[in-house]
């Protein structure tokens, strides 16, 4: 070998060291294989770092779903609650419904008596509870009328403001029938009445019960302050609208008005509601079935009575 094959022999190594050299200075010092033995921990990490992030998101939508299913369990309970409590204002109502429908009396003791002339119209004997209502209020101890002589009637009417509603009269046998039919007839043709309660709902008062313009029947009470029975007394006599129908009395000069509240209603040559004058269909239903009215009596008039003699 000569020296110029020497010398570029020498020159190779040379220039390999240095390469190497350089290399690991720009490597970090590392060498290949120490590189090649770092390379798969970094894979590692980096694979454990994604499944870390999965889990995580796993964790974080299983905490997600946690929540909607802990919301729907409380939106659910809160469906439910309100539901329940829908429940218990819809069974309010029912309950509220049937006390006022209890309103009426439907004692056992005497539905063997019962006469029904339509739905919502019937009479029959006098319930205990009934009479128990009445004793010492319109039945006085000192009633010479028997109860058996009385029939509790019960009808529908229209009232003032157009609804249907039960009303309640006691009245003698002998006109039960007559009651039926005419307020019957009244109701089908939508004809007002304000009020039909027992007179007892007021205190047997019969000023009471005109001003509240309660129509009504029976009230075992003499002619006004005189001896002489009434024929409310009897169950005979019924009493349509008072307040704009009153009783007009005439003595010495002066005129009387009951009730005292009607005094604009008097004058009957006037025109307003609930008047009843002989076109008007009470009239007509009362005078056909046999009964008189207060508003032809010559010492006094009484437009909102009817009365039927005994048979």
Known sequence: ??????????????????????????????????????KPATENASTDAADSSSSSNSSSTSSEN???????????????????S?????????????????AIPSDEDVSDTRVTYSDGFYYEALPNSIVSKITNVSYPKDCEISLDNLRYCVMLYVDFEGETKTGEMICNKDIADDIMEIFHE??????QIESIKLID????????????????????????????????AQGLAVDINPLYNPQIKYKNGSMSIAPSTSEKYADRTADFPYKIDENDLAYKLFTSHGFSWGGNWNSSKDYQHFEKKNR
């Open 66 to 84: 946690s929540t909607e299913l802990s919301s729907a369990k409380d939106s659910s309970t809160e469906s439910s609650s309100l539901g329940k």
């Open 1 to 38: 070998m000569n020296n110029k094959s020497k010398r570029d022999i020498f020159f190779l190594i040379a220039l390999i060291v240095v390469c190497a050299i350089m290399a690991r200075s720009l490597a970090g010092h590392e060498t290949l294989d120490e590189y090649a033995k770092k």
């Open 86 to 102: 829908a429940s218990e204002n819809s069974t309010e109502e029912v309950n509220s419904s049937v006390t006022n429908a209890s």
């Open 186 to 191: 009244l109701y089908d043709n939508n004809y």
């Open 201 to 232: 709902d007021f205190d047997a008062d019969d000023e009471a019960s005109m001003e509240a313009n309660n129509t009504s029947c029976f009230n075992y009470r003499t002619i006004g302050n005189g001896t002489k029975l009434s024929k409310h």
